[in-house]
């Protein structure tokens, strides 16, 4: 079996946890690093219903571009992981604080974690 490619040293993550998917919410993170967010990734609790849910990336308020994540309404399940590569506005500094918000677009309370990963200046 091969093994995966190893990741750069620099590279860090942190973790932030969003109590409810469906509910319109933002969940707040200090960087503790500076450094540019080069991919994110969020796994769910359980299914949701009725729509989508959608996901995006904020810095101090910014939005992001290219972070936002649309977690599948059809055939959803526990442990489901999307992802997003961020293409701009990814740099952050030490002390700034990162944004996770979401939509509230779809049914069922959903709690859904958050690995951000950072290259370190």
Do not use: K
Not at 54 to 66: C, M
């Amino acid at each position: 079996m091969a093994l995966p490619a190893n990741r750069p040293l620099n590279e860090v993550s942190i973790h932030a946890t969003m109590p409810d998917l469906s509910t319109s919410d933002t969940v707040y993170i200090p960087s503790p690093w500076r450094g540019r967010i080069v991919r994110y990734y969020s796994a769910i609790d359980n299914a949701i219903t009725t729509a989508d849910g959608s996901v995006s990336l904020t810095i101090n308020g910014t939005a992001v571009t290219g972070s936002t994540i649309t977690v599948t309404q059809s055939g959803s399940a526990a442990g489901d992981v999307d992802s997003a590569i961020p293409t701009g506005a990814n740099y952050v500094n030490e002390g700034d604080y990162i944004g996770i918000v979401t939509t509230g677009a779809c049914d069922t309370t959903c709690i859904t974690h958050f690995e951000i990963v950072i290259d370190r200046d």
